[in-house]
Structures are given as C-alpha cells and as structure tokens.
C-alpha cells in the first residue's frame, strides 16, 4: 500500500485479507490499555473478533462503545474508529468504518495522556437558561485527546443530551483557550467515576451541528476552534506524541 495514500473505501477493501490477522483495539472501556484479538470471520460489513483475548478483557467489552482498531491489511498498518456490537447470540462483532485510514496517515492522532482540563457542562434540555457567567466550571483529567476530541474523567454520570466548553491549556499550541463540545457517551471508569467522551465541534459546522438556542446564549468567541486550529493541534499532538512528550 503505498504510504501517501489518504484512505482505503470501504467498497474498496478485501475482506479476505482481513480475516485470521492480529487485531490491537483500544476501548473507552479500559483507558490506556492494548486489547489484543484476531479477526475470525466477517459478517456483511462487520468483522467478528475472537473474545478470548488480553486475558478475558475482550469477553468483558460492553455495547455501543468506542473503540479505535490498528490491524494490517494487505501487510500495512491501518487504523479506523467504530463502535463495539455485541448480539445477543454470536461473536463480538466490530462494524469496518466507511473509511480506513493507514496509521502514518491516519485523521486524528489519539494521545493517551493524563492532563488537568477545565470543563464547563450544561444540558440540551437547559440550553436556554445557559450563560457563560453562570456556568460552574470544575477539573478533571483527560484519558486520552485527538484534534477530534478528548476523553475525560467525571464525578457524575451524564445520562442525556450534554454540551461543554473545554479549555485544554495548552499554552504552545496556537487554538482558542475555549472550545465547545459535545457530550457523545459516558460510561462506567475507575472506582466511582465516568468516562465520558466529548467532540470538538468546529466553526465551520457549529450551525448545523449545535441547537441555535445554544449558539444564541453564549459569545461567538467560544466558536473559533476552526478546522485550521484542529490542524494545528492535530500536528502538535503527533509531534509530541512521536517525541513522546507531552508539555503543559
């Protein structure tokens, strides 16, 4: 596969190819673990995983959750992001993503890295009642981050439709000190805290992609994290991810 390549179609892919190869998952189940397997067999557009891996933790995986697949196709490696599906009867199954991406290419970098982050959080339901000298902000530390979002430690469960304004506080990275987000899941984590995971919503999509209740409530300032910023930290993560140093 030659390595400028951007991204294989699904309508592209040998299934063939896949089946019997070494597969590395890492889920928001388990942050900053290496879920090892094997693709078994593939089912319509979805491929089934042996569950027998790292030590039972792939028999533990529960439903609907991320999850990001390193394998090798036709000798590359590859990477996309799913979602883990679990029917009721039959083999742990992961959904082959529209597009693959190979790993030296691939959209986003996802850094696993523990850092302090302010958040603010508010509901879909309360939108109309949202300031932003009203908000309560409070710190938590990041699981992991890309340009496309981070995943981060809460006391609380978010159950329904949330929205947060994030400041990273990366000071020597050229992106807005806040930006908007999107509540996307919130799952079971360590002791008595939630994973929850959030998007960065860009300006370029913020119209279509946010209530305009909540576009009406809040400065227009906050919605300047730009595709170009997403570039930026997109570039700034992988330089320091390859360096394996992450600087506050």
Known sequence: MPADRAVINIDEIDYTDLVGNPVQMKADQFPGKILTTRVVGVS???LLMDRSGSSGLVADLI???DVEVYLSYKGEPVVFSSKISIPHKGKLQIPLADSIFPVINREFQRVDMEKEVKLACFEAANISQVRLNRLRWFKTKTINISAGGLLVELPVNLSGDYYMIVHLGLSNVPIPDLI???????RPGRESYFNAGIEFIVKEKHLEALPRSLIRNLPDKLFDFSEKSRDE???FLIEKFTNNT???
């Open 44 to 46: 319509g557009d979805k």
């Open 63 to 65: 439903h609907n959750q």
């Open 180 to 186: 908007v987000g999107r509540v996307c899941h919130c």
């Open 233 to 235: 930290l997109n570039g």
């Open 246 to 248: 992450i600087e506050e």
